[in-house]
């Protein structure tokens, strides 16, 4: 009796300020998320069972999780919100949180504790870079190369200069069509410390010094826009090395065979999430609180683990991840957070990025428009 | 009889008459009514709103009303920084909007202007309900009941609105007395006031902002001093003594300490500049353009490109037409001459690319033409291309126009050949009867009659090409892309949509005076899309 009063105040505390308690909750729950490998693992990790426990529950992915932040937008300007929960990149949801488009939270208040009672905020850490984010995993950006190219005669790319040094390691590069991370491995290569990075490229000269970087390899570079694009043209050998996410580059390594290698050297770590959109009626709030709840908690971040290569955001998950659920490999040194892949790892500021973002893109598409 | 008659001649008649065309108009109004709605509504209305976010800039004046009309005064030439009073109109603007959630998606806005400035509105968003404690915590010392929220209710709120009944209040609403007396408290309260109200504590158990303390003081020590009136009691009497006593803070002080940047002239200069509810600025940066405080100056040598895209677009697109014309012109002329059963099925072939998606055609070519793809290795195979030069036909211009020449093609042929159709064979016949070689024959009897064919198919084509998205994002590298995937990147990524709605508008703009040039050059009524 005791026990039970003291667990319900702890569950009334828990949803005090968001919603009541003993609310009534919404049963259908639309979820947006970016589709592929990555959506499976979370529908395999998290909603199954979540639906297995609540019959009456009936939950739809929508896989809109790249435009997430100008349909949230325009959602939000019509004054019709269907989603109830997105995934987004740390990136996005600073500007969702920032638009005033995504609810904050109080991630004590909201999420599972870990098992030993480490409370939320700490379990995550550093990871919660907002107070509309709600980490579920890290992933890097990272690059790979091909270990079939007779032209670089036996030698294998060690660092992550390799990809500007054309003379040792000639053929076609692959990189993403944006700014972000290419601007960072341009100046790193140029003799920047990672620590002065940003406030190098803060400045026009440190700017100039990684466009002029990114010049000696730009007749030599394919741009991709979708992941997809890229892992896809190392696998053609249209292109000998470039970047792509750590998970892509696993699930064409070790589940489709294809002779590439990664190089784990400077990968740029990135979170992924969940936000909720600001706004949601109290019922389909509950809900989603109700399952926010569950989703994350340590073992299911553990449990998504099995499924993809990205690392779960809770340190207490970490220890709990085993093998893959098809293949039955180690999932541990696929992880980019694994100690032997992150010996060297560049961390991206996000907050920023948010402020230079608009100007170094119209820079950086100027100069591939030139 | 004879009443009849009446009704039919003269005005009886006439307006009989119209009464029945009024009828009929109005019954074939009634049968496009649905079209007409339904393209008001899906398409004239949603695009109207969308151009006009291309001017709009009304949100830096709605979210900081009071420092954007404090501002007006103040010269950069003269002062590098904005006085107190702008940066206490500031604090007071900036709590109501940090209380609503809006101060970071001005930031954003400003953020498009002039980089570095949406952090400092996230930082100072979170500092700024600290300025003022200073004034706050005195007040607070000299009499603990200005802590009370009913203090203030009982002060500033007009009484009719007290005695309402406490469950059902209406929204709040000042005293007459108050508003005159001290007007700036009266200014902020009501801002916190109509929040408090709806936030789940409401009103009533709600201290005020440090900024509603800061503001009574300002009130109480301003020259002359304010005619209390029926508002003086001993806890404002006591106030007003006291308050020219107080340690004061400096709000511009607390701004520079919470973010360097608010020190900045630049930033200053920026809001200053963008205050108008209505602003050029997204058309000059459509334009490469820059609207700086010293007047209208070109973009950063190394930021142009909308220019650029845009003459790329526009001449890629006539390129990617004349390919069509030159394609699709004797594809056409066979299809209208050969016998119906044959030129039915080559019909089918030619609208066959039509039941097959978009993005499948596209990915199509990607493989076609890559280096390690097929049109080279068949190169290579028969020695024509050495195995380390293959031809780099893809993620290129080169790729966006064979790609799109190939998806449009059908939009050419298909007016073309309906053009022919109608062309009388013996036409040709007769020019040859009469002596001309075969040249002389098409050049100057058969090709003037198509051209209206010609015409109609090049409409199509380029006002379809000119904002194709799909195909250069795929194929186009980074030479091949066109303003469009400039728009895209707006709307999604960036989320500038008013730079995105400029981008539009101009883009609407250059068809429609093609358009335009069009008919005056050729005639729109020599355009035919059949018989």
Known sequence: MKLT???????????????????????????VSWGGAYQASQDNAYLQPYLAANPDVRANWDESSPEAVARLRAMDEAGNLTWDLVDVVAA??????????AME????????????????TEDFGDL????????????????????????????????????????????TRTLQRQPIDNLEWALICDGVAFEDVYDTLETTEGQDRAFAKLDTIKDSTIWWTSAA???????????????????????????????????????????????????????????????LFFATDTQRLADQAAYISYGPARASSAPLVSTHAELGIEMAPHMPTNPDNATNAFVQNYLWWADYRDDLDARFQAWLAQ | MAEQMMAADGRTLKSSLNRALRRQKLRALLLIAPLLLFIMVTFVIPIGQMLFRSVENQIVSD????????????????????????????????????????????????????????SQFRRSGRDVADMGEVIADQFIALNPAWEEPETWVTLLADPDWIAADPDDRPAFELSDTART??????????????????????????????????????????????????LASPLLTEAATAASGFETESIRDAFIASSRGWGDTALWQTIQTYSPPYTASYFLTAVDLRQTPDGIERAAENQQIYVRLFIRTLVMSLTIMGACILLGYPVAWMLANLPSRQAN?????????????????????????????????????????????????????????????????????????????????????????LGATNWTAFWRVYFPQSVPGIGAGSILVFILSIGYYITPEIVGGTSGIFISNRIAYHISSSLNWGLAAALGTILLVVVMALYWAYDRIVGIDNVKLGG
Request: aromatic residues 8%; glycine residues 6%.
């Open chain 2, 63 to 118: 979210t900081i009303p009071r420092t954007v009309q404090e501002l007006a005064s103040w010269d950069a030439r003269t002062d590098p920084l904005p006085d107190e009073a702008v940066f206490i109109s500031f604090a007071k603007d900036m709590m109501t909007a940090v209380e609503e959630r809006r101060h970071t998606r001005l930031g954003s806005r400003l953020n498009y202007e002039n980089a570095g400035i949406s």
């Open chain 1, 92 to 101: 996005d949801a600073l500007r969702l949180c920032d638009e005033g488009l």
């Open chain 2, 345 to 433: 099925l080559m019909l089918i072939l030619v609208l066959l690319p039509f039941w097959t998606s978009l993005l499948v055609r596209t990915s199509a070519w990607k493989v076609l033409l890559q280096q390690q793809g097929v049109i080279n290795d068949l190169l290579v195979w028969i020695g024509l291309v050495a195995d380390d030069n293959r031809l780099t036909m893809i993620n290129n211009a080169t790729g966006t126009i064979i790609a799109m020449t190939h998806i449009l093609l059908p939009f050419m042929i298909l007016p073309l050949y309906s053009v022919m159709k109608t062309i009388p064979p013996s036409y040709l016949r007769a020019a040859k009867s």
């Open chain 1, 229 to 291: 694009e890229s892992i896809q043209s190392l696998a053609d050998g249209e292109a000998v090395m470039g970047s792509s996410y750590n998970g892509r580059f696993f699930s064409a390594i070790v589940e489709q065979n294809q002779p590439l290698e990664m190089l784990w050297d400077a990968q740029v770590y990135d979170l992924d999430g969940w936000i909720i959109p600001a706004g949601l009626p109290e019922d389909r709030l509950a809900r989603v609180l109700d399952f």
């Open chain 2, 181 to 230: 007396a001290l007007p700036r408290t009266s200014d902020v309260y009501a801002e916190f006031a109509r929040l408090a109200q709806d936030s789940p504590r409401g009103l009533a158990r709600s201290q005020p902002w440090n900024m509603v303390y800061f503001a009574l003081h300002e009130d109480l020590t301003a020259t002359p001093a304010p005619d209390l009136g029926t």
């Open chain 1, 105 to 120: 939270v109080d991630h004590d208040a909201i999420l599972a504790a870990a098992p030993d009672g480490t409370p939320a």
């Open chain 1, 128 to 171: 919660i870079i907002s107070d509309c984010f709600i980490p579920q995993i890290a992933y890097s950006t990272t690059n790979a190369y091909r270990t079939d190219v007779a032209a670089w005669n036996g030698e294998t790319p060690g660092d992550i200069c390799a990809l500007f040094d054309l003379e040792t390691f000639p053929g």
């Open chain 1, 5 to 31: 009063k003291a667990m319900m105040a702890t569950t009334a505390l828990t949803l005090a300020g968001t919603t009541a308690f003993a609310q009534e909750m919404a049963n259908d729950m639309t979820i």
